[in-house]
């Protein structure tokens, strides 16, 4: 009879290990750039104690304002635009059939897959073919072209998990195809749209090269502000705006997805089930 008790020993999952590695090689940087967002010293290598200063600068700051300003314009205008043009882009090519459809469906979603400075590049030429002069509403249409992407492509996500049945019970009903459009189909896709929405403004608010390439002089957006400023170095002010651009970042996102669960369960139970 074995008088020892076998003590089991903690085993350690390689696939847990990874994962802290990936969070940490991510979100360290970010944390080390929060820390030195309170640090008193305007150098950014010393420590020399905490201080809220640099946050109250910001809001004195008219050229961060300005920024600020101009790319609230660009987002809001942009993401604007796309909802309605993306969401009837989504609706059209899940409903409709018409000769080269497939073809217009892949360049649609083309924005996706160019790379940003490919779209600066050719932004900047079709204006200057067209002789258009650079302003805030050039960087406003080039935004437009991939923001409509985003919103497409989850609009179209969306589309695939209606129920198109309930389109036809309307129509038969007396519904126009305008009020079945309006007060059938456009309040399942309204969770879809708000997510695509959120995605899109993220992405604008936070675009620095096609912004570069289109706006005007003495335009200037709030990533371009900062890219001017950090060629000299990094100051304690540029990492406080950078937490308060990341804290926002993160809230709209989070209130994305808690939208997409919202609207997840909202259709699983007008379809019968129960999560």
């Known amino acids: 009879m074995n008088i020892y008790k076998q ?18 090689f991510m979100y360290l940087p970010i944390l080390v750039l929060a820390f030195y967002s309170f640090n008193q010293s305007p150098y950014s290598g010393t420590w020399q104690g905490f201080t ?13 304002l300005s920024g600020l300003y101009n790319s609230l314009v660009v987002a809001f205008c942009a993401v604007g635009v796309s909802a309605v043009m993306g969401t009837l882009m989504s609706v059209g090519l899940a409903r409709y059939d018409f000769p080269g459809k497939k073809l217009y469906q892949g360049i ?3 924005p996706l897959l160019i790379p940003d400075i490919a779209i600066a590049v050719s932004t900047l ?21 991939f923001c409509l992407s ?10 695939n998990n209606i129920n198109p049945h309930l389109e036809e019970a309307a129509l038969d009903l007396g519904a126009t195809p305008t009020q079945a459009f309006i007060l059938v189909l456009l309040p399942q896709l309204m969770p879809g749209i708000i997510s695509g929405c959120l995605l899109a403004f993220v992405l604008s608010l936070d675009d620095f090269l096609i912004a570069s390439f289109t706006a005007g002089s003495g335009t200037n957006t709030l990533p371009m502000e900062i890219f001017s400023r950090i060629r000299t ?25 808690l939208i997409r669960i919202v609207g997840e369960k909202s259709h699983l139970q007008n379809m019968g089930y129960k999560k």
């Not at 170095?233 to 997805?257: C, Q």
Request: net charge positive; charged share 15%.
């Open 52 to 64: 809220l200063e640099w946050y109250g600068k910001l809001l004195n700051d008219d050229r961060i």
């Open 150 to 159: 985003y919103v497409g492509l989850v609009v179209s996500a969306r589309m």
């Open 125 to 145: 030429v079709c204006l200057a073919a067209f002789a258009i002069r650079l302003s805030l509403w050039t960087i406003i249409a080039a935004h437009i072209v």
């Open 233 to 257: 170095g990094v100051k304690p002010d540029i990492n406080a705006l950078s937490v308060m651009l990341i804290s926002m970042t993160a809230i709209v996102a989070l209130i994305g997805e």
């Open 108 to 110: 649609a979603y083309l």
């Open 7 to 24: 003590i089991n020993k903690p085993r350690v999952s390689w696939q847990v290990v990874f994962a802290l590695v990936i969070f940490v």
